[in-house]
């Protein structure tokens, strides 16, 4: 075989390996703890001199309390498998629509798939602890 | 809460003891008057709420505690999951915001924690005559870098101001940051990819995830911008940011810049271009991001549910202008000359004109009911994307209560209204700010 065709064979499978590959192979994501709260990051050397990783530690994790009441074990299970609750405690009072409107797009447009006996006990909780004449400090 | 009020009592009484002390051994007036003088706890010192509303968040800042993530010096949270920081209002005092000082603010949970640069590649595919990858490597070392200071600021920076309040990030006005962008022009690496005729949008994806189902705006993060838009030709795929690499809660290992527009088509940890022969049809283009398609995006809660409102894409950012010193925490005293500082920028230009206006007693909310204003001085021009300082000098006349507001032109002539907007999603925010001071007595 002419030295031409080793090579073009090498990068066809070069090529074949690297679409094959997972796409995010390349990286670590999502990892969040609780256990550096409240600590000053320490600059620590990285530990690999020759490799090309670039890394950081964990995103540290602020969860709020929730306000007690029917409900808010539904919230906390349902509302953050893609959030945090902050979004919910961030949020200034809001009137009741607004938090069923909320409750809404997260099912139907962002894909939630809440059960239909359980959307209306999560929007009467948001509606009793975060609306307009319900929320408390 | 208790405890925090428990705390400054105990304050209180330790500042009376050592005020009788310091009574009895200098022989001053009575204990009780020193006392009063010395018991008032400054307003910066004062409790927070654990949320603002219905009324306008008060404060230049949102609300949240302050928090420490890796690369970054202590911000304001307002989530965890996805991560969403705000900057510190004194870190505006410069045109420049530090790289662990800029603000955050991340759509999907499953965020980069580590990149390794030997795979990762910056793919341009779609309706393109050549795919192409590019590793770091090839961006720093194939192309010339350039460089341009732009402002990044979040659609929805202030939305804490808007009146109702309207669902969302309550930001107050520390989702903004300008910094030195260094890497490739967009254009280049479109041209090396040959993009074929019948292509009509250009689309930016990250390395970020989200955990809803695919399809759905909960899965992925996507910007497009129309090919026919001229600002493609100011885009810089940047690997470095003020001179640095950019912080991973940034953007490691590059970032889209889009200068002058608002930061949602900024994509961070950019992998993916893709070029589209149709309209982008994704939530985060077709639904999200989207204002009124009317003079400053303004509309009405009736007009929303009424159902007509047109809305287009959001784009460029308006005309605005903080007053970032003196922040109104601590009394200045009459005759005493003292330098009032902010920062101005506009989207569609250098801000060439900055007006300060200050006036006795009146109210914040209603805003000014006389307005006479004095040109404040413009620091250095760092381009028309940039954080543009100013200054003036101001002698507080006597004792009392002022308001003191700074308003902004840009080249194309816009100029802050006293008129604040608004629209479902809280977006466009520009309204004249203004800062409260209290003077006292120099003897």
């Known amino acids: 075989m002419k030295r031409s065709t080793i090579w073009f064979i090498a990068i066809l499978a070069g090529l074949a390996a ?67 609750t902050r979004y919910i405690t961030m949020q200034p009072p809001l009137p009741p629509e607004t938090w069923a409107a909320e409750v809404n797009k997260m099912v139907k447009v962002m894909g939630q798939p809440i059960p239909d006996d359980v959307q209306p006990v999560i929007i009467k909780y948001l509606q009793t602890h975060y609306a307009l004449e319900t929320r408390k400090p | 809460m208790n405890e925090r009020r428990e705390l ?24 009780e008057k020193l006392f009063a003088q010395q018991s008032e706890v400054p307003a910066n010192e004062k409790i927070l709420p654990t949320f603002t509303g219905p009324s306008q968040n008060p404060y230049w800042n949102s609300i949240g505690p302050v928090v420490q993530y890796p690369q970054k010096s202590p911000l304001v949270l307002l989530t965890d999951r996805p991560v969403q920081l705000e900057t510190p209002r004194h870190y505006f005092e410069n045109a420049f915001t530090p790289n662990e000082a800029f603000y955050v603010r991340w759509h999907l949970d499953e965020i980069p924690n580590s990149v390794d640069l030997a795979t990762w590649r910056l793919s341009i595919e779609g309706n393109v005559e050549r795919l192409l990858k590019f590793s770091m490597g090839d961006l720093t070392s194939k192309f010339k870098p350039v460089s341009v200071a732009a402002v990044n600021q979040c659609s929805g920076n202030s939305r804490g101001k808007f009146q109702p309040r309207v669902p969302g990030g309550q930001w107050g006005h520390g989702a ?3 910094a030195k962008w260094t890497g490739v022009p967009l254009r280049e690496l479109l041209v090396a990819a ?60 590059v970032r889209l810049i889009v200068p002058g527009y608002f930061a949602t088509y900024w994509m961070k940890s950019l992998s993916w271009i893709r070029v589209l022969e149709k309209p982008d049809e994704n939530f985060w283009m077709k639904t999200g991001y989207r204002v009124p398609d009317t003079p400053r995006g303004n509309t009405t809660p009736e007009d929303v549910k009424a159902g007509n409102v047109k809305t287009v894409p959001i784009s460029r950012m308006p005309v605005r202008s903080f007053i970032i010193t003196p922040d109104g925490a601590t009394k200045l005293v009459a005759q005493l000359p003292l330098t009032v500082r902010g920062i101005a ?86 309204r004249i700010e203004y800062q409260e001071v209290v003077v006292g007595r120099a003897s």
């Open chain 1, 18 to 84: 690297a679409a094959g590959s997972l796409v995010y192979a390349q990286f670590d994501a999502g990892y969040y703890s609780q256990k550096n709260l409240g600590a000053i990051m320490q600059p620590a050397a990285p530990k690999d001199t020759d490799g090309a990783t670039y890394a950081v530690t964990a995103y540290p994790l602020y969860p709020p309390e929730l306000a007690p009441g029917p409900g808010r074990e539904d919230v906390q299970s349902y509302c953050s498998t893609c959030h945090s």
């Open chain 2, 345 to 430: 920028f506009s989207g569609y230009g250098s801000v060439n004109k900055m007006e300060v206006s200050i006036n006795e007693s009146f109210s914040a909310v209603s805003g000014l009911t006389t307005k006479t204003w004095t040109p404040a001085d413009l620091g250095d021009d760092h381009g028309p994307y940039s954080f543009r300082t100013w200054s003036h000098t101001w002698i507080p006349p006597k004792p009392g209560r002022y308001l003191l507001a700074a308003r902004a032109t840009d080249a194309k002539g816009n100029v802050q209204s006293d008129e604040g907007v608004w629209n479902p999603g809280g977006y466009l925010w520009n």
């Open chain 2, 8 to 31: 400054s009592r105990r304050k209180l009484l330790h500042i009376a003891s050592i005020a009788a002390g310091v009574a009895e051994t200098r022989g001053f007036g009575s204990v």
């Open chain 2, 194 to 253: 040959k993009i074929k005729e019948d292509a009509l949008f250009v689309q930016f994806q990250g390395l970020d995830k989200g955990k809803g189902p695919e399809g759905h705006g909960s899965h992925e993060f996507l910007k497009s911008l129309d090919l026919k838009n001229p600002v493609l030709d100011e885009c810089i795929v940047a690997y470095a940011m003020n001179d640095e690499p950019l912080p991973m809660l940034n953007g490691f290992p």
């Open chain 2, 176 to 178: 903004m940051g300008n």
